[in-house]
């Protein structure tokens, strides 16, 4: 990896770890390894190195993007495929997904426009698949789509940036908590979409998607 990736890496790590406000350009080129002149050379400002981080971010989602879409568009287990696709683009990367959460709340104005742009044609494809099923009763009609969907992504964030804080609260027996807490999002988000609980992916795929240990 050369210095620039090694660069972007730990400003990525860091960036999510203590917030942009908190890093300094020399600790960055610590972690790196290398002096702040060299950093400077590639970065000339701590500005421009979080431009590049948070592109990096923007277009590794643009990458995912078409997968996702065409999770909805996969037939019968659409919404299962969906959360599988969804949950492994914010497990895959903890540092991006805090990140993403830090800026959130450091930047709305800002990260409202980037996630618009970004998130809105995997919302409006959803949404629009999920009227087609209400409209033959297979989901249930009083969900609002929209709605639901961005609660899902928003659940999921969240659900994924406080696992490792909380994991210790609960007790586990092998099982990590954030597979615990998955697959009990997967529940929740099942049950309250399809109106008979037999049709919902969760039960209809338990114990294919990291089932939990028998007790």
Same mark, same amino acid.
Request: glycine fraction near 6%.
């Given at each position: ?75 019968? @287990? ?6 599988? &696709? ?16 830090? &800026? ?23 949404? @629009? $698949?999920?009227?087609?099923?209400? $409209? ?5 009609? @009083?969900?609002?789509?929209? $709605? ?6 928003? +659940? ?19 099982? +990590?908590?954030? @597979? ?8 929740? $988000? ?26």
């Amino acid at each position: 990896m050369d210095n620039r990736s090694r660069i972007l890496e730990a400003a990525t790590r860091l960036f999510a770890q203590q917030g942009f406000a908190g890093v300094s350009l020399r600790s960055i080129a610590e972690r790196v390894g290398i002096s702040k002149p060299s950093l400077l050379y590639h970065f000339p400002s701590k500005d421009r190195l979080r431009e590049e981080v948070l592109g990096g971010v923007f277009d590794h989602w643009a990458r995912r993007l078409p997968g996702l879409l065409r999770a909805v568009t996969s037939g019968e @287990d659409q919404f299962e495929a969906l959360m599988t &696709e969804l949950t492994s683009f914010f497990r895959e990367d903890p540092d991006t997904t805090q990140l993403i959460l830090r &800026e959130l709340l450091d930047r709305p104005e800002e990260m409202r426009s980037r996630l618009a742009a970004s998130m809105r044609p995997l919302v409006m494809l959803v949404a @629009d $698949a999920m009227r087609k099923g209400q $409209a033959v009763g297979t989901l249930r009609a @009083d969900v609002d789509p929209e $709605a639901f969907v961005l609660h899902m992504i928003g +659940s999921t964030v969240a659900t994924l940036v406080a696992a490792p804080v909380i994991a210790p609260i609960v007790e586990t027996d092998g099982e +990590s908590v954030l @597979d615990r807490q998955e697959r009990e999002l997967r529940r929740m $988000a099942f049950t309250s979409l399809f109106p008979d609980p037999l049709r919902a992916p969760s039960m209809r795929t338990a114990g294919r998607v990291r089932p939990s240990k028998e007790r």
